[in-house]
Every structure is written in C-alpha cells, then in structure tokens.
C-alpha cells in the first residue's frame, strides 16, 4: 500500500469519527429541543388559561381587569406563533418527502433542500419551528412580565 492510499484510508476513518461524533451530538440534541417546543405550547396554554381564570374570577365581583388583556395576548400569540411555525415546517417536510420520491436518484433532488446535520435537527434560522419557538418564548416572557407588572401596579 502507498502512501497515499494509507493517507486516504486515514482521512476516510477520521472523517467517519467525526461523523460519528457529529450524528452522537444532534442525538444528544433532539430530545432537549422536542421538549423545549412542547414545553413553549404548555407554557403558553397554561398561561392563557390561567389569565382567563383571573379574568373570570375577577368578572364576578362586577369589575374587568382591562389590564390582563395585554398578557393574554402575548401568551394567545405565542400560541399562534407556535402554530403557524408548525404548519410551515410540515410543510416544508411535505415538500422535502414529495422531491425524495420524484427523483429517480440522489442527484435529482434540489440542491436547495440539502441540509446539514445540525438544519436536520432544526438547530437554524432556517428551521420554522426554531423561528417560531424564539417569537414564542419571547411573547412568554413579555406576558409574564406585563402581567406581574399589571398585577403590581393594580389597585
């Protein structure tokens, strides 16, 4: 064997290492970033219900806090953000799944839809949910901070 066929066989083992240890990291990654989505749809829905409550409760006694409204639509929208986010990326992998059986070979598909590892995960801008999810948690945190405000400054 010749030396560069032995430094050909090097790299190619490296480069596997290294795909090894990039597949392990975006394994280790999935589970935390499916229940940071699922943890922003039941901080939101429990947000509005919660608030909802209040309203209601506080209905009773014959006086609206107005001043609830602002929270709720913040917790309401990061729900709708998380939705639409959702709906795009479904269909994104629709189209993804629909170019994979039309072609006739790997070198048929669009170049565009090729994704690295980390895209694959959903660790990019590209990625609907992750845009979604950060618009989510923002308005999480807007509501919660309107509403402690709201709350504080109440009579």
């Known amino acids: 064997m010749s030396d560069e066929d032995q430094l050909r066989e090097i790299r190619a083992e490296e480069h596997e290492r290294h795909a090894q240890a990039?597949?392990?990291?975006?394994?280790?990654?999935?589970?935390?970033?499916?229940?940071?989505?699922?943890?922003?749809?039941?901080?939101?829905?429990?947000?509005?219900?919660?608030?909802?409550?209040?309203?209601?409760?506080?209905?009773r006694d014959g006086r609206f806090p107005h001043f609830?409204?602002?929270?709720?639509?913040?917790?309401?929208?990061?729900l709708v953000s998380m939705g639409i986010g959702s709906a795009l990326w479904l269909w994104g992998a629709r189209e993804d799944i629909r170019d994979t059986e039309d072609?006739?070979?790997?070198?048929?598909?669009?170049?565009?839809?090729?994704?690295?590892?980390?895209?694959?995960?959903?660790?990019?801008?590209?990625?609907?949910?992750?845009?979604?999810?950060?618009?989510?948690?923002?308005?999480?945190a807007l509501g919660c901070v309107a509403g402690l405000i709201g709350l504080a400054t109440a009579n």
Not at 107 to 127: C, F, H, I, N, Y
């Open 22 to 59: 990039i597949k392990r990291q975006i394994d280790e990654i999935r589970p935390a970033y499916a229940q940071a989505l699922t943890s922003l749809w039941l901080g939101n829905a429990g947000a509005s219900l919660a608030v909802l409550s209040f309203i209601g409760a506080s209905w």
């Open 103 to 140: 072609a006739e070979s790997i070198l048929d598909r669009r170049a565009l839809r090729a994704m690295r590892p980390s895209e694959r995960a959903g660790l990019t801008w590209k990625d609907w949910r992750t845009r979604a999810a950060l618009l989510s948690a923002a308005l999480f």
């Open 68 to 78: 609830l409204l602002i929270p709720l639509g913040c917790f309401v929208l990061g």
